[in-house]
């Protein structure tokens, strides 16, 4: 059945994986209101083959040169996800103890993993040696004399890289911006050289290589190609001083489509790398990149039922099943997301501001949204593949939402929906008088 005429479909991040068809919403060959009738909501339908096409996007820019693409599991963790990835031939970028630990269960390969962060305890990096990781992205002159530490007790040293700080503005939100000499990440520029220095004199440690990651949501070139052009400035000072830098890190950060947005493609943001990198004379260099967002961002939906309707004076609000425990960004960093119908109805639309559940006005998912909608009807919270789920509480005890996979014309539960026990799991009865 065809969708009537004046019913408009709107514009959705995310296509070819994530398309209309016959007036509904459909992930690859599964229509949405199959799977929110089967898995109920909210749910995270994801699109395998969205996925799989970024990380090619990225292998296929990178084909014939000496690269790894480490995926940036913060974006989303769950297992099912990482061995996609594992499976798409993708390293993993780590920020704690638990990321190792579900790489590892997913069958990341050891040497194929980038353990970044400010904060790692001795206990994780013990970790990460015993089982060998490749490469400690280290950001501060302490954890250097820690790690060495670490690894003199273990009889190993531990491979490392210094994460430097270009001091570039990536135009991003203040949140997600890294590479500011303000920020509390990497080591500043003009101390590379002596941290560098000290690093190749602890017996501990063998220098492998050095990393920046300037901020996420990037949307432009300029920021990406000026960190290099720092970066390089270093790898030659460092490397005249006898200090041989083997790999090249350039973090994550490329943006997606949410709204508006005109993201340099994967492909155009690779190629005038290594065209700077040819022109600079560091073609023949490893290359290792970070990407989380523009590899699943707009790989996924949230769908949410609207539990009610509620129009004032003022206001108009959709209240949804889906809330800011399950989806903070908007609460977190105002952040927009495309909010559509499953399925469109025809009709003048309101404009609503949709709303979740839990008991904080920060509870919302978007704002002014014109849309036709009623109690009962499913709505797509768009982008929702990266740093959603990851991100998500159990905040006013609500359990987390349910996970799907789609590949083609079927679909897997990669995570089931919690139940109220799973929530306190981990807690103990009051034992105290
Ligand atoms: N590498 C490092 C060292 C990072 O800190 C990050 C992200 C990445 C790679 C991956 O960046 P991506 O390619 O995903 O932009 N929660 C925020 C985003 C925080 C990003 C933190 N670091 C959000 O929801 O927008």
Request: with cysteine.
């Amino acid at each position: 059945m065809s969708a009537p005429e004046s019913v408009a479909l709107p514009f959705l991040p995310g296509s070819p994986h994530l398309h209309w068809r016959d007036g509904e919403l459909w992930v690859e060959g599964v229509p949405v209101t199959e799977l929110a009738r089967t898995y109920g909501t909210p749910l995270f339908v994801y699109s395998a083959g969205a996925m799989r096409s970024a990380a090619a996007a990225y292998q296929r820019a990178l084909a014939g040169r000496d690269a790894l693409v480490c995926y940036a599991m913060k974006a989303n963790a769950t297992l099912a996800v990482l061995e996609l990835f594992a499976r798409a031939g993708c390293g993993f970028d780590i920020v704690s103890g638990g990321e190792l630990e579900r790489a590892l269960r997913a069958g990341a390969e050891p040497q194929r993993i980038v353990f970044s962060g400010v904060g790692k305890t001795r206990a994780e990096m013990r970790r990460a040696l015993e089982v060998g990781i490749g490469c400690f992205n280290v950001e501060s002159l302490a954890e250097l004399d820690v790690l060495d530490e670490v690894a003199r007790a273990l009889g190993c040293r531990a491979p490392v890289s210094l994460r430097v700080n270009p001091d570039v503005d990536a135009r991003t939100h203040p949140y997600i911006s890294t590479g500011l000499r303000d920020n509390k990440f990497g080591i500043a520029h003009e101390q590379a050289l002596a941290a560098y220095r000290h690093a190749a004199s602890l017996p501990g440690l063998e220098v492998v290589g050095i990393d920046c990651h300037i901020g996420s949501q990037i949307t432009t070139l300029e920021p990406y190609l000026d960190a290099l052009d720092r970066v390089l400035d270093l790898v030659e000072q460092i490397e005249a001083a006898g200090i041989a830098l083997p790999h090249l890190d350039l973090g994550g950060g490329l943006g997606i489509t949410y709204r508006d947005e005109t993201p340099p493609t994967i492909e155009s943001l690779i190629g005038a790398t290594l065209q700077r990198l040819d022109a600079r004379g560091h073609g023949q260099r490893r290359l290792l990149l970070e990407p989380g967002r523009s590899l699943v961002g707009n790989a996924g939906i949230c769908v949410t039922e609207v539990l009610y309707t509620k129009t004032g004076p003022h206001k108009n609000f959709l209240i949804v099943d889906a809330g800011m425990n399950d989806l903070p960004r908007p609460a977190m960093y105002g952040a927009y997301h495309a909010i559509v119908p499953v399925r469109p109805r025809a009709g003048t639309p309101t404009v609503w501001d949709v709303v979740g559940p839990v008991c904080e006005s920060g509870d919302w998912l978007g704002r002014d949204r014109a849309l036709v909608a009623q109690a009962g009807d499913w709505l797509a919270v768009a982008s929702a593949g990266a740093y959603c789920m990851s991100m998500a509480s159990h905040y006013n005890s609500r359990g987390r939402a349910a996970e799907v996979l789609v590949s083609g014309p079927r679909s897997q539960l990669i995570r089931a929906r919690e139940v109220p026990s799973d929530l306190w799991r981990q807690e103990r009865a009051l034992a105290l008088d």
